[in-house]
Nanobody, 120 residues
Framework: QVQLVESGGGLVQAGGSLRLSCAASGRTFSSYLMGWFRQAPGKDRKFVAAISWDGRSTSYVDSVKGRFAISREDTKNTLYLQMNSLVPEDTAVYYC?????????????WGQGTQVTVSS
């Protein structure tokens, strides 16, 4: 079982920056595909960014390209999301997720989420 704990959310003005962290338990973090998702009030949870197990490949939803950067530090079992040039539309609960290649399906583990609020 893997536990994911997000941190780093908060209230920030438009144009500001935040860095989210996701600490993972377990010894196989380095083998997981990792991702960030977000859920705005009254809306479905949506994909934001993902990073491959080796960190060589990343992907982003179009709305955050050039503003957000996903990274991982396997020695610390930690996933990051650097968010710059934030806009009110980025306001949401942000979740990290892990995809274990040994388990059928995708995004097998989820954190509890961290709130990001961007004021205009």
């Amino acid at each position: 079982q893997v536990q994911l704990v997000e941190s780093g959310g908060g209230l920030v003005q438009a144009g500001g920056s935040l860095r989210l962290s996701c600490a993972a338990s377990g010894r196989t973090f380095s083998s997981y595909l990792m991702g960030w998702f977000r859920q705005a009030p009254g809306k479905d949870r949506k994909f934001v960014a993902a990073i491959s197990w080796d960190g060589r490949s990343t992907s982003y939803v179009d709305s955050v390209k050039g503003r957000f950067a996903i990274s991982r530090e396997d020695t610390k079992n930690t996933l990051y999301l650097q968010m710059n040039s934030l806009v009110p539309e980025d306001t949401a609960v942000y979740y990290c997720a892990a995809d274990d290649p040994r388990i059928r399906g995708t995004w097998d583990y989820w954190g509890q989420g961290t709130q990001v609020t961007v004021s205009s």
